[in-house]
C-alpha cells in the first residue's frame, strides 16, 4: 500500500495546459502532482502510427506558441526541443509570396504589394522595430485585468502596441470591427482575404464576429509567426520536451490515473480522489496550496465537484456554456507518387510540401461555406468542388512523419464542420456516412491534385469531430477552442466575467483549461503563463530570477504583484 501523498499542487489533466503549468510550478520549487486519465500524456500534441513508419497528427500539427515567454523561461531547448525557426513574412518571403499567389477555381490569382505589405503592416511583420512578437504576446500572453480595472482602449494590451509601434493603425474603431474590415482598410486583392479569414477561421475567432478584429487576426498570425514549420518530432516532440522539462525540476506524472472528485472541505479544494480502475494504489492525494483543474469548465464542476458545492444560478450558467464555434474533419492521404498540380496552377509545383487554401474565390462562397456550421449546422452541402479546404502540406521536408520508402504522405487535410453536439442530424452523424465523407474529402483535393485519386492514392485515414472528442476528451465539441471566440467569450469575458482569472468560486480551485480560460487552445503555454500572474498574486508561488511577467499585467488591489520586487 502507498503512503498517504501530499503535494503543493495537484493537477488534474496532464495535457499541454497541465503539463506546462507543472513545469512552471516545478521550477518555482513547488512539489506538484499531474494526474492523467490517458495511456500517454500529451493531450492534442499527439502522434500516432496507422500504419508502421507513417505518423500522423490526429490533432495538433503546426506550433503555434512560437511567441510565448515558456521557450526561454522554462529552457525548453535543453529538454530537447529542437525546431527551424524562420520568422515569417521576411526577406524573400514577400516576393516569393507575391510570385505564387493565392488558387482560386480559375487558377492562381497574383497578388499585388497592398497585399503583401498591408498585411505586413497591421502583423507587425514590418516596422521600426517590427513588432509582431509584441503584438501576439499583447494579444494572448497577457492575464485579463482585475475586475476592478474598466477595460477602456487605452489599456487594452493589444490597442497599446498599436499605439506604441503603429499609431497610425490605432483607432478605437478596431474594438468594434470585424476582421473582414480591417482587411478592407489594409489589403486589396479579395482571394488573398478569403485565405487569410480561412486561416483566421480555422486558428480561433472567426473574421466576421464584430469585436473581435485583431484577435482573429492574431490566430492567423499564430501560423505564421513561426513561417508554418513543425518542431522536430511534430507537436508531441514538443510535448515531450514539456515534459521532461516538469519531471527534470521533480513534478510527478502519473498517467492512467482518472480522477473522479475534486475533495472539497469547507468551501476548499483540498485533494482528489482517483477512480477505482487508477493505476495507482492510493486513491487520495492532497494539495496543500491549490489542486488546478486543466479539464474542462462543464466536467469540472459537473462531474468533479458535484451542485452540493456550487450555487446553483452559478451551475446553471456552466450548463448553458456554448459549445457552438466549429469542428474539423481531419483528413491524411498516403501516395505513392508526390502530388502533382493541375495546369492551372503552374508555378507551384515546387511548393507542393507547403500549406494551401482553396479555393479562395470570394467571401459570399466563404459565406455559404460558415452557414453549414453556425446557421444549418450541418454537413457540408457545398459540392467538394466549392468547399473550401486547408491542406498542411506534404511531410517529404519532415522525415519522422514517413519513413515508408517512395510514399508521401499529405497531412493533416482540413474541412470545418458543424461540432457534434450540435448537428442537426446528432453527435454521429458524421461517423455514419463516414465513407461518404471521405470521399468528399478526397475529391476536394483532387481539385487541386491531378493525381490525387486510385491508384496513386495507396491510404486514406480520417477523424471526425465526435471521434476526436471520444479520442481526445479536452477536445470539447471536437475542437481544440472548446467554445465560440466571440467577444462575449475573449479575455475578461472567459468562461464567465467573475472567473476570467482563472479562479474558481472554490477557494483553492484554479482553471487551466482552454474551456475555462483566456486565450483558447493554439497559443500553447499561454493560460499555464497567464495563470502564474494569479497563483503569484495569491501568494501561492514564488518564481526565481528568470520569472518575468507581461509588460501588460495590472496587479489585482490588495494583492500581491507578480512583477519581481527589486
Given amino acids: 500500500m502507498n503512503k498517504e501523498e501530499r503535494y503543493d499542487f495537484v493537477i488534474v489533466g496532464g495535457g499541454p495546459n497541465g503539463t506546462a503549468l507543472a513545469a512552471y510550478l516545478a521550477k518555482s520549487g513547488q512539489s506538484v502532482c499531474v494526474l492523467e486519465e490517458r495511456p500517454e500524456s500529451g493531450g492534442g500534441c499527439e502522434n500516432t502510427e496507422p500504419i508502421p513508419g507513417v505518423r500522423i497528427d490526429p490533432h495538433t500539427t503546426y506550433m503555434y506558441a512560437g511567441a510565448a515567454p515558456g521557450f526561454d523561461q522554462l529552457e525548453l531547448w535543453k529538454h530537447g526541443f529542437r525546431m527551424d525557426w524562420r520568422p515569417g513574412m521576411a526577406g524573400t518571403a514577400i516576393e516569393e509570396r507575391m510570385r505564387l499567389g493565392v488558387l482560386t477555381t480559375e487558377g492562381a490569382v497574383p497578388l499585388v504589394d497592398k497585399d503583401i505589405l498591408g498585411w505586413a503592416k497591421i502583423c507587425g511583420f514590418i516596422g521600426d522595430p517590427p513588432f509582431a512578437r509584441e503584438l501576439l504576446r499583447a494579444i494572448y500572453w497577457c492575464p485579463p485585468h482585475p475586475p476592478e480595472v474598466e477595460i477602456t482602449p487605452e489599456n487594452i494590451p493589444y490597442m497599446q502596441v498599436y499605439k506604441q509601434y503603429a499609431p497610425d493603425i490605432w483607432t478605437e474603431e478596431l474594438l468594434d470591427m470585424t476582421m473582414w474590415e480591417l482587411m478592407d482598410e489594409y489589403m486589396e486583392t479579395e482571394a488573398n482575404k478569403v485565405q ?21 487576426l492574431g490566430g492567423a498570425l499564430l501560423l505564421q509567426y513561426a ?12 510535448f515531450h520536451s514539456i515534459i521532461r522539462c516538469a519531471m527534470a525540476h521533480g513534478a510527478v506524472i502519473r498517467t492512467i490515473c482518472p480522477v473522479d472528485e475534486i475533495i472539497i472541505r469547507e468551501g476548499r479544494a483540498v485533494g482528489v480522489r482517483l477512480r477505482d480502475t487508477a493505476a495507482w494504489g492510493e486513491k487520495t492525494i492532497w494539495a496543500n496550496k491549490a489542486v488546478v483543474s486543466a479539464v474542462d469548465v462543464q466536467q469540472t464542476f459537473l462531474d468533479l465537484i458535484g451542485q452540493q458545492h456550487i450555487d446553483v ?6 450548463k448553458d456554456i456554448s459549445l457552438k464555434g466549429s469542428s474539423i474533419y481531419v483528413s491524411h492521404f498516403l501516395f505513392r507518387e508526390p502530388p502533382r498540380y493541375r495546369s492551372k496552377f503552374k508555378g507551384r509545383e515546387e511548393m507542393v510540401a507547403d500549406g494551401l487554401v482553396y479555393p479562395c474565390d470570394s467571401r459570399e462562397l466563404y459565406y455559404e461555406h460558415i452557414m453549414d456550421i453556425n446557421a444549418r449546422k450541418g454537413s457540408p452541402s457545398l459540392p467538394p468542388e466549392k468547399v473550401i479546404w486547408i491542406s498542411c502540406g506534404s511531410k517529404r521536408n519532415i522525415p519522422d512523419a514517413c519513413r515508408v520508402p517512395d510514399r508521401t504522405l499529405v497531412s493533416p487535410f482540413y474541412v470545418i464542420v458543424p461540432p457534434p453536439e450540435y448537428h442537426v442530424g446528432g453527435p454521429d452523424a458524421l461517423n455514419k456516412e463516414k465513407d461518404k465523407w471521405d470521399a468528399y474529402m478526397l475529391k476536394a483535393y483532387s481539385q487541386v491534385v491531378e493525381n490525387a485519386e486510385p491508384p496513386n492514392l495507396v491510404a486514406q485515414w480520417s477523424n471526425t469531430p465526435w471521434e476526436s472528442e471520444h479520442r481526445n476528451v479536452g477536445l470539447i465539441g471536437g475542437g481544440w477552442y472548446s467554445t465560440r471566440h466571440c467577444n462575449d467569450q475573449w479575455w475578461t469575458n472567459r468562461p464567465l466575467p467573475e472567473y476570467s482569472r482563472y479562479r474558481s468560486p472554490i477557494d483553492g480551485l484554479y482553471f487551466c483549461h482552454q474551456s475555462s480560460g483566456h486565450p483558447g487552445g493554439l497559443a500553447l503555454m499561454a493560460i499555464p503563463y497567464n495563470l502564474m500572474h494569479i497563483l503569484i498574486e495569491d501568494g501561492l508561488v514564488e518564481p526565481g530570477d528568470w520569472w518575468y511577467p507581461s509588460p501588460w499585467y495590472i496587479p489585482e488591489q490588495g494583492k500581491i504583484s507578480a512583477v519581481p520586487r527589486k
Avoid: C, K
Avoid at 227 to 238: D, E, L, V
Avoid at 313 to 318: A, D, E, P, S
Fill in 196 to 216: 487569410m479569414a480561412m486561416i483566421a477561421w480555422y486558428s480561433g475567432a472567426s473574421p466576421e464576429w464584430e469585436g473581435v478584429a485583431v484577435p482573429s
Fill in 227 to 238: 513561417q508554418t514549420t513543425p518542431p522536430r518530432g511534430g507537436m508531441h516532440g514538443y
Fill in 313 to 318: 444560478g452559478l451551475m446553471q450558467q456552466i
